[in-house]
């Protein structure tokens, strides 16, 4: 994607981003954080857009947002509420914890920049028949194990649920 | 090239802490969905901006990140299940709270 502003654009989402996740992380209120997470979501589907990866984009907005993001509110209607009757979150911040995630960040990013290639010329945008190519080519083998997971999951639901009400 | 890098790491880093110091096990999965959406980002962003890839190259790499999005969704739904059980049948719902499972 080479339009103009598209810095400000990726920027725009890259800020979104973080300050949605701050929120996830720190918010008390069990909504909040599902609206936070949900902001969060939409702005990675963004910024797969923006580095050509539209339907990757399209599988988070559907799978993530319109999937997880309803199973997080369906099991924040079952958890604890307060005296108010709103349904809130505990958390034990602690200050040591934050400094180690930082560093943790950083020394990850140093690692990763330190033996970076060098930036080549950006592609053209992977489209739909590529991504088909490689699932029905050299990933088929992902692509079958993928759908056993996923039946796999259904099965562990319904076992999960029906022990549940026996 | 380190704008993405630097980006990624700090969310996964953001999603680290809310995995330790969060208690409640929604709030952890949320962290845990942060980390993979972090890693999914830093994944297609290095396969963009490295050196000679080509539009054969960034579907495959899509690909692997479309199975990482299908794995989190299994993850999630499962986790979700497990949660709700475990409200419905002893009310817990904190991480301090599974202290042991039973097989």
Do not use: K
Request: charged fraction near 15%; proline fraction near 4%.
């Amino acid at each position: 994607m080479t339009l103009p502003g598209a810095d400000i654009v990726v920027g725009t989402l890259a800020v979104a981003a973080v300050i949605s996740a701050v929120l996830v992380v720190v918010v008390r209120e069990a909504m909040r954080m599902a609206l936070s997470l949900g902001v969060f979501l939409l702005s990675s589907a963004g910024l797969f857009l923006y580095y050509g990866a539209p339907f990757l984009a399209a599988a988070q907005v559907f799978v993530y947002v319109g999937g997880v993001l309803v199973l997080v509110v369906l099991a924040i209607m079952v958890i604890r509420r307060s005296p108010d009757g709103s349904p809130v979150l505990a958390s034990r911040h602690d200050p040591v914890s934050a400094a180690m995630c930082a560093m943790f960040a950083a020394g990850a990013s140093w690692l990763l920049l330190r033996d970076a290639p060098p930036r080549g010329p950006m592609s053209g945008t992977s489209g739909s028949a590529d991504l088909a190519s490689a699932f029905l080519g050299p990933m088929v083998v992902h692509m079958e194990l993928l759908g056993a997971l996923l039946l796999v999951a259904l099965v562990a639901v319904v076992a999960i649920s029906e022990g549940e009400r026996r | 090239m380190s704008v993405p890098v630097v980006l990624c790491m700090s969310l996964f880093g953001i999603g680290l802490y809310g995995l330790l110091s969060r208690r409640d096990v929604i709030a952890v999965l949320a962290s845990v969905e942060i980390m993979l959406v972090s890693a999914n980002v830093l994944l297609i962003a290095l396969a963009r901006t490295g050196s000679g890839a080509s539009v054969a190259d960034l579907g495959r790499v899509e690909a692997v990140g479309v199975t990482i999005v299908v794995i989190a969704a299994a993850e999630a739904a499962v986790g979700m299940a497990l949660l709700i059980a475990a409200v419905r049948r002893s009310g817990r719902q904190t991480v301090d709270e599974f202290r042991q499972v039973r097989g």
